[in-house]
């Protein structure tokens, strides 16, 4: 019975460590309304920030490394590989042709609404 104890008294030790290191990450106390408001506040302006400079391509504010949160670089990623793929004419499963011919092509294929 003694050792059941000890181990279940050092679980609580443990579970308490983890709990107050997991509250010193949280920062002060915020029992105050106005406390409170501030910290919502200044999460809402980081949040702000981050977005900010995120649409305008400057990640360095953003606290990931994470290549699929930056939208601006995986767009000009998936541009730069369409134009990859664009600029190797045999992959491409239809040739472009002349535009002028299309439309010459379309025009005599197609009712004419007056009638």
Do not use: H
């Not at 980081?46 to 994470?66: F, H, K, N, W």
Request: charged content about 30%; some cysteine.
């Amino acid at each position: 019975m003694l050792i059941s104890d000890n181990w279940i008294v050092a679980e609580i030790r443990q579970r308490l460590r983890e709990c107050e290191s997991d509250l010193s990450q949280m920062g002060d106390p915020r029992d105050e309304p106005r406390a409170q408001q501030y910290f919502v506040f200044q999460f809402c302006n980081d949040m702000r920030r981050m977005a900010e400079v995120t649409l305008r391509g400057q990640y360095q504010d953003v606290p990931s490394q994470d290549p699929r949160v930056m939208l601006r670089y995986e767009v000009q990623r998936r541009l730069d590989r369409f134009y990859e793929e664009m600029s190797k004419m045999q992959a491409v499963p239809l040739p472009f042709s002349n535009y002028k011919e299309d439309l010459n092509v379309l025009s005599s294929r197609s009712s004419d609404p007056a009638e």
